[in-house]
């Protein structure tokens, strides 16, 4: 499902940013089955399966991992793994770097998922997955996003600024040298950039990065964007 990081990270928009708060978390016995509703879940409702697997922290982690080993390519799978993004616990970065390496059917989601939890020691393998040509420039993309939330803006601006321009006159060269296919539509890349510009706190430029911006726009937008990230 080519639109999933986008719908799972969307869904993710609507559930609390801590659940530490909660005063009273279920046990892992009552969190086993809200745990597998999510991964069995469609699309459509993600949402309300998320809520209850969130207030579960570290715990709703362990019970996850395993089943998304098992069921990877499961419907609620991309959502689940996004969630841990937001829970984090023991063998959770580990579990994301190996889902992104192997390039299962929710790398994107790992791969953004090392992002949101500031996992530096992911740099390496985030890294060879942006230089990686022969990976989906979707997951490259998310990669190179969260390369930025580790600490390596750097790094990751080659690939941004390609993904920015890509299938604009402008940004020919650049995705030639980034290995990028040519293609006409770039807005899910586009996308995961503008969340990146939400998350690390650049609302203005976020809002005004539209993914399917004319072709003088998003040049505009993009050289503001490539400013952005070498000040990180």
Do not use: K
Not at 64 to 90: F, I, K, Q, V, W
Not at 153 to 164: F, G, I, N, R
């Amino acid at each position: 499902m080519p639109v999933a990081p986008r719908l799972a990270w969307m869904c993710l928009l609507l559930v609390p940013l801590s659940w530490s708060s909660c005063a009273c978390r279920p046990t892992s016995t009552a969190l086993s089955e809200p745990c597998r509703a999510l991964l069995l879940a469609a699309p459509a409702a993600w949402t309300e399966r998320l809520a209850p697997v969130h207030a579960g922290g570290h715990a709703a982690s362990a019970l996850l991992l395993p089943m998304l080993r098992e069921r990877p390519e499961a419907p609620g799978a991309p959502a689940a793994t996004a969630l841990l993004g937001r829970l984090g616990g023991d063998g959770v970065v580990a579990f994301l770097v190996e889902q992104m390496n192997d390039r299962s059917p929710v790398a994107t989601e790992a791969a953004l998922a090392l992002g949101e939890l500031r996992a530096t020691a992911a740099q390496p393998d985030l890294l060879a997955c942006v230089h990686d040509h022969l990976a989906d420039p979707t997951l490259r993309t998310a990669a190179a996003c969260a390369l930025v939330r580790v600490g390596a803006a750097t790094a990751a601006s080659p690939l941004l600024h390609a993904v920015l321009l890509a299938g604009t006159p402008a940004g020919t060269s650049l995705a030639s040298a980034q290995g990028l296919p040519d293609r006409p539509r770039w807005a899910l890349e586009r996308y995961l950039v503008q969340r990146l510009l939400l998350s690390e706190g650049a609302i203005d430029l976020a809002t005004e990065l539209d993914p399917d911006a004319s072709w003088p726009r998003l040049e505009a937008v993009t050289a503001r964007v490539m400013q952005w990230l070498a000040s990180r």
